[in-house]
């Protein structure tokens, strides 16, 4: 079987490519897909390659509106191989278009071109845009677009825009949402973190702290070990502006996911929300439109390890204002907003080229 590899910057990993027609179906038969992983896995380490973590199965899209069917798989640390369908990868997704565009699933990439891709692992429906390209990298956008519009009370996880969960005998603010990814956010002050350089160099202690937080946070939700919620400590850097570092598999993130930095933006539109209270938004009008229309022109500016990122999450009244009610008078409620896109500004791939793994799965099931 040929793969083809490509790296999103920012990535803590290559992402391996390859034809979703190779594999059987995860939806209707996901035990044979995971016996198939796992000799694809086995050849990566054959092949030199066992530090590759993230797999794309990509073919043509007969949803209606998309060109692009892809299926994340994230693979998981241990000697023997484990595999986590159920998330997404942004990172990936941007190297599955570029790789799409040179092994002929798709037109060859050009600037202007825009790609609908449907996330087979959980229903996502993503707009790659292509910014620039040249050679063997492109720079490309991505819009996580929802239709229906989603209200901003459904993407909490644990129901509430703050939620305590118990923590080393005593119990620890965290916001929980899901967009993109499933994130539980909490304050990097509460476990002694006083500013982003102490953030970025904090090391096994606080990684340990993180990881106990998502253990709880999964005995809460009743969600099996694994590595969803992912967790990402926050610090305020002003107005619109915070500091995120978060934990991967199985170490620190780079940067922070595509997916989190989705996740933080939409999480940072909830109303009482910690992403929200520490970017200075509960009654700043970076975030909302004092009609209660969109306000999201502005981006929410994340400071990474790695890089500053830029995401706009865009929302919608749930029920429209009529023109007479559009001056929201002081003390009176704003309308229910719903998160209708949410997107991320250029992000460079690197296209790395073919490998080629002994043999294929169709020969070897």
Known sequence: MTGRLAAAHGSPSRTLVLPAKDFADGARDPERLLAELGRVREDLVRAGLREITKIALIGPSSRPGHQLDYRFVQVLPGTDPGFELRGSCGHSILAACSVAGRSGELPPLRTGQRIRVNVLNNGDSVECAVEETGGDRERLSASFLLSPAIPLRDLLLFGSPVTELPYRGGTVEVTGASMGNPYVFVRAADFGVRGPDELFAAGEALFAALSEVRRTAQ??????????????????LGPGRLAARAISVPSWHPTLALTGAVCLAAAARVPGSLPRQLAGADGADWVDGADGTDGGEQPLRVRTPGRWASVTARTAPLAPLAPAERNVRPGHPAPEQALTEVGVRGT??????????????????
Not at 225 to 231: L, M
Not at 348 to 365: D, F, I, K
Request: proline share 17%.
């Open 348 to 365: 460079t791939v690197s296209y790395l080229g073919p490998v080629r793994l002994p043999a294929t799965t169709a020969s070897r099931a």
């Open 219 to 236: 005995a809460a939700l009743g969600w099996p070990p694994g590595v969803f919620p992912k967790i990402a400590a926050l610090l305020p």
